[in-house]
């Protein structure tokens, strides 16, 4: 079992900053990648960005160039660095991990709202 919480989500101006933070919790030593999903009302959840332990990242050609993840390990931590967000960003936004059994676990999500 992996605990997932995220924070970091508010309310900010199109153009501006926010960081999520995912802390993973429980047995995490069996976590083999990290992402980040984003679901809008009417629409499914998609994944923006996911990170391997292997060190490879993907990210979603909507958030390309804007999002960064990256991860302290030692605290088991993943991070979502969002830069020039846009109004079409808004969404909750939602932790995700596999682990070697490919069962995957997820956080309650966080909101963020990108006025315009």
């Known amino acids: 079992q992996v605990l997932l919480e995220e924070s970091g989500g508010g309310l900010v101006q199109a153009g501006g900053s926010l960081r999520l933070t995912c802390v993973a919790s429980?047995?995490?030593?069996?976590?083999?990648?990290w992402a980040w999903y984003r679901q809008v009302p009417g629409k499914e959840r998609e994944s923006i960005a996911t990170?391997?332990?292997?060190?490879?990242?993907n990210y979603a050609d909507s958030v390309k160039g804007r999002f960064v993840v990256s991860r302290n390990s030692a605290k088991d931590t993943v991070y979502l660095q969002m830069n020039s967000l846009k109004p079409e960003d808004t969404g909750v936004y939602y932790c995700?991990?596999?682990?070697?059994?490919?069962?995957?676990?997820w956080g309650q999500g966080t909101q963020v709202t990108v006025s315009s």
């Open positions: 995700n991990i596999e682990d070697w059994r490919q069962d995957n676990y």
């Open positions: 990170f391997s332990l292997t060190g490879n990242t």
């Open positions: 429980g047995n995490t030593f069996r976590i083999n990648s």
